[in-house]
């Protein structure tokens, strides 16, 4: 065992452990850590860190990649961060001309059609994306989510039958003003649509229809109940959907 | 899908892992990804050539250095020390290295995944924190003893403190 001639540093430890070390000096740093066992076992314990490292994280790249993270979904909606929330506000703003609302009446102003509907765009594109958890309760407990979203939001809330289309679930929201109900349904090629109820001081409306990047909305209010209904930019799927939503609406009694 | 995009997607299981390691949370991790692939197809025309993985992992880093600035502000989430004498072995090691990680600077955390979890050389290092190959090396050493530390128990900063 011969001493190096030149002491070996720490940088030349680190750069030995990560195969950045050239290959001459090799030898004299194997040299140095076997005359050195403190260095050795710094060594070591670098060793079993990264040890360490991998086995605690490599398993995240066999895990499945999150539908939200698919290229082709990220070209069509781009996601938007803090921002988004700021440019939200602001688009509802600019679309709703400012203070010149204000003075046009209670009577379903659209300030309170743009900000229904961009809260229910919001909790559209949050959930819709969810694999694993959409909805609080599921599809198949109908009659329990019904009973407890009605009893929650203070009217009838009623999951509709929609052709083609299947209830996913169900979730409770905070609304603009109280609870909001949030039912998701999704068609035979994965398609989803929710459906945002909340209630709000406006008389009834004709149906609005909004856009928002690749997602659609249609807002109409009746019996002090406001209805959002949100799917992809297809409008004319999306109002074949809302005007089913509304008839069976009518027809429950609201 | 074009030979940028396939090249990019590729990428992500990789980004994945970084971004859990570095993030701890994995919806914030994904986050993270999220946001740097976004801004990587946005930029698509600008990226002409060169090392496509080095140029991922810079945005994914200065996304982070970015988030962890806007909540600078917030108290930081000191890891509780639970040592349930339950864990297994794998687990608690885990656990250890999660916490041992949290309580690194930014930049030597990013410094010590990015060359022993992603295998990257300092060369690319250095260009991803955008500094000297001898600042990487520091940071490296830093990290290293700081971790080595915290797994073995000790807490160096505060053992000299009277």
């Known amino acids: 065992m011969t001493e190096p001639n030149i002491p070996v540093t720490e940088d030349e430890l680190h750069a030995y452990v990560d195969n950045e070390l050239p290959a001459e000096r090799r030898a004299d740093v194997e040299a140095w850590l076997a005359a050195h066992p403190d260095d050795a076992a710094r060594v070591q314990s670098w060793r079993e860190m990264a040890d360490t490292l991998h086995a605690r994280y490599d398993s995240v790249v066999d895990e499945a990649v999150p539908k939200r993270l698919e290229i082709e979904r990220l070209q069509r909606q781009p996601r938007r961060w803090v921002y988004g929330a700021v440019a939200a506000t602001l688009m509802a703003f600019v679309a709703g001309g400012g203070a010149g609302w204000i003075a046009r009446g209670a009577a379903a102003t659209p300030s ?11 909790a559209h594109r949050l959930y819709v994306v969810e694999v694993r958890h959409p909805v609080e309760v599921p599809g198949s407990e109908r009659d329990h989510l019904q009973q407890w979203l009605t009893r929650r939001c203070g009217w009838d ?13 169900g979730r409770l929201l905070p609304g603009p003003s109280g609870p909001a109900s949030f039912l998701m349904y999704e068609g035979a090629s994965g398609e989803r649509f929710t459906i945002y109820t909340a209630k709000a001081k406006t008389e009834p409306t004709q149906m609005r229809y909004s856009v928002k990047g690749s997602d659609g909305a249609l807002f109409w209010a009746d019996r002090g109940v406001a209805y959002v209904v949100s799917g992809g930019n297809d409008r004319g799927r999306l109002t074949q959907v809302a005007q089913a939503v509304y008839d069976q609406m009518e027809k429950s009694g609201g | 899908m074009n030979a940028f995009r396939q090249s990019v997607e590729a990428m992500i299981p990789a980004l994945r892992r970084y ?7 994995a919806d914030i991790a994904d986050d993270l990804v999220q946001d740097t692939l976004v801004r990587a197809l946005r ?8 090392d496509l993985r080095s140029w991922l992992y810079t945005i994914l880093t200065n996304l982070n250095k970015n988030r962890r600035r806007s909540l600078a502000r917030r108290p930081p989430l000191v890891p509780l020390l639970d040592n349930n004498a339950d864990a297994s ?4 090691e885990s ?3 999660e916490r041992a990680l949290s309580t690194l600077v930014e930049e030597q955390r990013s410094v010590l995944l990015l060359v022993v979890l992603e295998g990257m050389s300092y060369r690319e290092v250095a260009d991803i924190q955008g500094v000297p190959i001898g600042t990487v090396m520091s ?4 990290a290293r003893a700081h971790v ?4 073995e128990g000790e807490r160096p900063a505060l053992r000299r403190v009277k």
């Open chain 1, 112 to 122: 309170i059609v743009q900000s229904f509907t961009l809260d229910a765009l919001d």
């Open chain 1, 157 to 169: 809330v009623r999951a509709p039958e929609l052709a083609g289309l299947k209830l996913v679930g």
């Open chain 2, 19 to 25: 971004a859990r390691a570095l993030a701890r949370d």
């Open chain 2, 43 to 50: 930029s698509e025309r600008l990226f002409l050539g060169g």
């Open chain 2, 89 to 92: 072995g794998t687990e608690a």
């Open chain 2, 95 to 97: 656990r250890d290295i």
């Open chain 2, 139 to 142: 940071r490296l050493a830093r």
């Open chain 2, 148 to 151: 080595r530390a915290m797994l």
